[in-house]
Structure formats: C-alpha cells, structure tokens
Nanobody, 128 residues
C-alpha cells in the first residue's frame, strides 16, 4: 500500500526558503505522478505543483510560479518542493499525493486533485 510522509515544514520569515520532502514507500515512485497541495484555515485545498511520471514535466499554480520548484529523485523514493521568496499567504498545511497517471497532461492531473494516496501533511508558517 502506498505511503507518503511529508517533512521539512516549519516557521520562516517572509522572503525565506524551505524545502519540503515527500518520502514514499510501498510502490515504485517512477510509475507515479506526484502532486503538492496546500490548505490554509478556512480556505479550499489548492494545487501547488505536480510532476509527471512519464516525462518529468511539471506544473505550478499561478500563486507559486517562479518561486517554487518541484523535483523527484526516484532512486531515493523522494519528491521535493523547494520554496523560495515565501510570503505570508503561503502559510498552510502542505500535502503530497501520488497516483498512477501516465498519459494525462500534468496540468490536468494537478487540477483534478484526484490522487489515490495522500500524506498527512506538514505545516508551513510564514510570519515575522
């Protein structure tokens, strides 16, 4: 059974950086698309970034484009989310998710938010 564990969250000042990790087990990571999503209190879950399994193509939500970067290291069963130039509005619980999408474009994968396996989330707080 696929398992995902997020780590790397914490508190950071505006303009700072954090790197989140999504460590996976129970499945072959190179066969799975991975997404990062976030949910702030009182708000709907929002897609942050996704990376495809087939060709490593990536997608970023408009609110993080140019500041965040997703990457995968299949040999380490880990997907990363590098977050730079953090803003107050980036404060949220961040989740990673996995599913076996192969032919679907990565933007559609992210927009659907329909992943079969989810982690429990890691809190990111941006405050001064």
């Amino acid at each position: 059974q696929p398992q995902l564990v997020e780590s790397g969250g914490g508190s950071v000042n505006p303009g700072g950086s954090l790197t989140l990790s999504c460590t996976t087990s129970g499945f072959l990571l190179d066969r799975y698309a991975i997404g990062w999503f976030r949910q702030a209190p009182g708000k709907e879950r929002e897609e942050v970034s996704c990376i495809s399994a087939r060709d490593g193509s990536t997608y970023y939500g408009d609110s993080v484009k140019g500041r965040f970067s997703i990457s995968r290291e299949n040999a380490k069963n880990t997907v990363y989310l590098q977050m730079n130039s953090l803003k107050f509005e980036d404060t949220a619980v961040y989740y990673c998710a996995a599913d076996t999408y192969w032919t679907m474009p990565v933007q559609e994968i992210c927009a659907m938010q329909s992943f079969s396996s989810w982690g429990q989330g890691t809190q990111v707080t941006v405050s001064s």
